[in-house]
């Protein structure tokens, strides 16, 4: 069942109506992250629900909300964007967009994490990091190796420089719903031109616009069906979803899941905006067989 097969029956946009406060924030960079950081620094204050945390960094993971502009290799030229990874079929959830990032590996992201601390580097220029590490020392080691731990997935699964990313600031930790897991999203930019190189795990580099983003008519629903082959396992019914629809050329991205729960609670601590009610927004349809939950990895 193709996710598009609904393309045809989605409304028109409406009138966008009044400029938006953000409008000209998006049209100055150098602005718009001074307004990300100031806007994440007030979840270092955040006590987060016990449940959703780990303080156990070397049994977690964390990824990176990429956002960058003038970006020539996604086709983000002139203004932010979010950057994602499209998964491939080798991997679990094959198709679904991502952040790039996974699994902390102790010792190598706990020597890393210190390096990042250094003035040159990431943590090192970000202006909350002093402030941190003295007020909150276990936070701030949390915050370096989960830091650690996604710039080194960002270099192996798209050759991202860790040496060109800004730290803008954390995000709250999102508890996954099909996969037992909760993961630490960081927020970073990027400068300049990139040249990005998914690995085998990745299909390609998607970047969608915050413009984009901000625009509640861009949203509807997403309904996920089961193949019976794994209905013994997962609840059969079918379950609807909301979803993000971007029109990358001739194709059509579908964000949806836990990224979009991280993407979606960005918007709302950084621009004051939620998703629109979509119960009555026309769906595209998914499937969930054996292929989305477990990949197709060969050795």
């Not at 996604?150 to 270099?155: M, N, P, Q, T, Y």
């Amino acid at each position: 069942m193709g996710r598009a097969a609904h393309i045809e029956s989605l409304s028109a946009p409406s009138d966008p109506g009044p400029q938006a406060w953000w409008e000209d924030l998006l049209d100055h960079p150098e602005e718009l992250q001074v307004h990300i950081q100031e806007r994440l620094a007030s979840i270092l204050e955040e006590r987060p629900p016990g449940a959703a945390v780990c303080s156990d960094a070397h049994a977690s993971s964390s990824v990176l909300l990429l956002l960058g502009c003038g970006l020539s290799e996604t086709g983000c030229r002139q203004e932010g964007c979010i950057i994602l990874n499209r998964r491939s079929r080798l991997v679990r959830q094959a198709g679904d967009l991502c952040c790039p990032g996974g699994a902390v590996e102790k010792g190598l992201d706990s020597v890393l994490g210190r390096l990042f601390t250094l003035r040159p580097f990431a943590l090192g220029q970000w202006p909350y990091w002093k402030s941190l590490k003295k007020r909150c020392p276990g936070k701030a080691h949390l915050t370096a190796v989960h830091l650690a731990t996604c710039l080194r997935e960002s270099w192996e699964e798209m050759r991202l420089n860790p040496f060109k990313v800004r730290f803008l600031g954390p995000l709250p930790p999102e508890r996954l719903r099909l996969f037992t897991k909760v993961i630490h999203p960081l927020v970073g930019w990027i400068e300049g031109t990139h040249r990005f190189v998914p690995n085998r795990e990745v299909e390609r580099i998607v970047s969608i616009p915050l413009r984009k983003l901000l625009d509640p008519e861009n949203y509807y629903r997403y309904r996920l069906y089961v193949d019976p082959d794994v209905a013994g396992h997962v609840d059969p019914t079918p379950r609807d979803f909301s979803c993000f629809l971007h029109q990358d050329g001739a194709k059509v991205e579908v964000l949806w899941g836990a990224t979009f729960r991280i993407v979606t609670l960005f918007l709302e601590r950084v621009f004051d905006f939620s998703p629109p009610d979509v119960s009555q927004r026309p769906f595209v349809p998914g499937l969930l067989n054996h292929t989305y939950l477990n990949g197709t990895r060969t050795r």
